[in-house]
Antibody, heavy 119, light 108 residues
Framework: QVQLVQSGAEVKKPGSSVKVSCKAS????????ISWVRQAPGQGLEWMGG????????KYAQNFQDRVTITADESTGTGYMELSSLTFEDTAVYYC????????????WGQGTLVTVSS | EIVLTQSPGTLSLSPGERATLSCRAS???????LAWYQQKLGQAPRLLIY???SRATGIPDRFSGSGSGTDFTLIISRLEPEDFAVYFC?????????FGPGTKVDIK
């Protein structure tokens, strides 16, 4: 079973960028969609976008299309999510997630990375 | 982009009772690719149901999903103490995925 291990917590200034990594331990990303999902404190889940590493195809939610870049290095089994022009409202836990089977929803989740935007 | 709405926002029930959660999509969900997740405080979401009605591995049969098109339902037949949590629906049929806002099931 693949485990997704994310990078550690970050504290960022407003207007800056953050890059979170997600490494697949014990397997690869294969041809599944790797999703990035965030959750602000006390709020719901928000799908930000996804990538199919094998084909290097990406898709972004409309709310994030101008500020998020999702990439993946298939050779190392590592995915990345970079969010720019940070505001206080971007303070959240950011998750990567992937399905276990083709055309399934995400089932394996990273442990989450807390990004705090503070002046 | 498909918008999902969930009702009710909060469901207050006692252990042993039946919980009925609703998820409505702004347009038809392709191939009924609708999932349900359970999330407890401080934890990542846990997949319960995929394909609108199939239980994920290890999910007890007191959880059942139904529906098609734009209207979906999650039923927990008899609430156990560990079932009090927040439940999210998620569509993965459209090219752009989305989550519903969640239903909190709390103890009455």
């Amino acid at each position: 079973q693949v485990q997704l291990v994310q990078s550690g917590a970050e504290v960022k200034k407003p207007g800056s960028s953050v890059k979170v990594s997600c490494k697949a331990s014990g397997g690869t990303f294969s041809n599944f969609v790797i999703s990035w999902v965030r959750q602000a404190p006390g709020q719901g889940l928000e799908w930000m976008g996804g990538i199919i590493p094998m084909f290097d195809t990406t898709k972004y939610a409309q709310n994030f299309q101008d500020r998020v870049t999702i990439t993946a290095d298939e050779s190392t089994g590592t995915g990345y999510m970079e969010l720019s022009s940070l505001t206080f409202e971007d303070t959240a836990v950011y998750y990567c997630a992937r399905p276990r089977y083709f055309d399934w929803p995400p089932e394996d989740w990273g442990q989450g990375t807390l990004v705090t935007v503070s002046s | 982009e498909i918008v999902l709405t969930q009702s009710p926002g909060t469901l207050s029930l006692s252990p042993g009772e039946r919980a009925t959660l609703s998820c409505r999509a702004s347009q038809s969900v392709t191939s009924n690719n609708l999932a349900w997740y359970q999330q407890k405080l401080g934890q990542a979401p846990r997949l319960l149901i995929y394909g609108a009605s199939s239980r994920a591995t290890g999910i007890p049969d007191r959880f059942s999903g139904s529906g098609s098109g734009t209207d979906f339902t999650l039923i927990i037949s008899r609430l156990e103490p560990e079932d009090f949590a927040v439940y999210f629906c998620h569509q993965y049929g459209d090219s752009l995925f989305s989550f519903g806002p969640g239903t909190k099931v709390d103890i009455k």
